[in-house]
């Protein structure tokens, strides 16, 4: 009853942020990201009689903090009755701060606990358990760029792979300027934003004209209009967050002079753009001519402490046995 499975994280281009329905972590707005390739996190999952209760370690750190969103995840997957379970987790980049950890987390969690008791579950019903604990993990199922839809009262997420990295090749080239965990959570910043951002009800009227935008310049392979709307859509998330009160401001120094970066290798001819989540890292999304120098130039902005590029990759999926 023990198997293993990789995931990646994925980058947002048109955002997440909001719940509609908290208990079920139903996410209010649909969204479109890209899955990368380079960054990863393992699961091993494995259930047994002999284990008195639930234990998680991660990079070889036993971590009780997330235990409880882990439990919950594997009875959704392999039911309350299962027995417990001993999940062994390793992480190739920083955890918590802005990097879709969670999502490549419960995507890969899923899947190895699903493979652990030899369930076959469909990729759309495990992308559903993993986007209970964590909205964003529920597109790292998938490769490429992948469209969430939100659904509607009781309905649950749906998702749509809308192109492969064959499709149309990317590289994200993603300045690190804090290695630290964010100050405030992104589920507690959500309900601090809905409460109190007098922008809010803006930024869910807005999205679907977003959305409707970005997916036809996937189709069309137009990169200046997918780089327009997501800069957009990725300031209007944060703007929703800087008006909430007391206020929620993720970026720090070295992130505005990342944005500044992009923005003048862009007028040079590079075709670049960035987004940001609920953290400090600044991620540049580029066409791979223009990788390089994209990453020489974050690599030299005051504040960065470290570069990491990847291309886009595949879904959450098992790992051989060792
Ligand atoms: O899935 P969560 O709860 O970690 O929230 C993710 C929120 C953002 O990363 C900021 C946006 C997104 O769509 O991934």
């Not at 922008?199 to 990169?223: C, G």
């Not at 960035?274 to 223009?290: N, R, W």
């Not at 130039?297 to 886009?312: F, H, K, T, Y």
Request: net charge neutral; proline share 5%.
């Amino acid at each position: 009853m023990q198997a293993q499975a990789v995931a990646q994280p994925n980058i947002a281009l048109i955002k997440y942020w909001g719940k509609r329905d908290v208990q079920r972590n139903l996410p209010a707005v649909s969204s479109l990201s890209v899955t990368l390739d380079t960054l990863w996190t393992t699961m091993s999952v494995e259930f047994s009689a002999a284990f008195p209760d639930d234990s998680l370690t991660l990079n070889k750190e036993p971590v009780a903090k997330l235990l409880p969103r882990v439990s919950a995840c594997l009875d959704r997957v392999a039911g309350s009755e299962r027995h417990r379970a001993r999940v062994i987790s390793e992480c190739n980049f920083p955890i918590a701060a802005g990097l879709a950890s969670s999502a490549a987390s419960f995507a890969a969690l899923v899947v190895a606990a699903d493979a652990a008791v030899g369930g076959e579950g469909d990729r759309l019903t495990l992308a559903r358990a993993a986007g209970h604990a964590s909205g964003s993990a529920a597109r790292s199922l998938f490769g490429g760029f992948v469209e969430l839809d939100a659904g509607v009262g009781d309905n649950d997420i749906s998702l749509s792979p809308l192109a492969d990295a064959e499709h149309w090749p990317m590289e994200v080239v993603v300045a690190i300027t804090e290695r630290g965990k964010k100050p405030v959570s992104s589920g507690d910043a959500m309900q601090r934003s809905a409460e109190t951002s007098p922008f809010y009800s803006r930024w869910l009227s807005d999205q679907s004209v977003d959305l409707d935008t970005a997916r036809d310049a996937v189709k069309q392979r137009d990169f200046d209009k997918l780089g327009e709307i997501a800069e957009h859509n990725c300031l209007k998330m944060h703007s929703v967050t800087w008006t909430s009160r007391p206020p929620i401001v993720y970026w720090n120094t070295a992130t505005v002079a990342c944005m500044q970066a992009v923005r003048e290798l862009r007028g040079q001819g590079a075709a670049v753009f960035f987004t940001i989540d609920a953290g400090p890292q600044v991620k540049a999304v580029c066409l791979p001519e223009s990788a390089d120098r994209v990453a020489e130039a974050l690599g030299n902005v005051p504040g960065v402490v470290q570069v990491m590029r990847s291309g886009l990759g595949r879904g959450a999926r098992r790992l051989a046995a060792a």
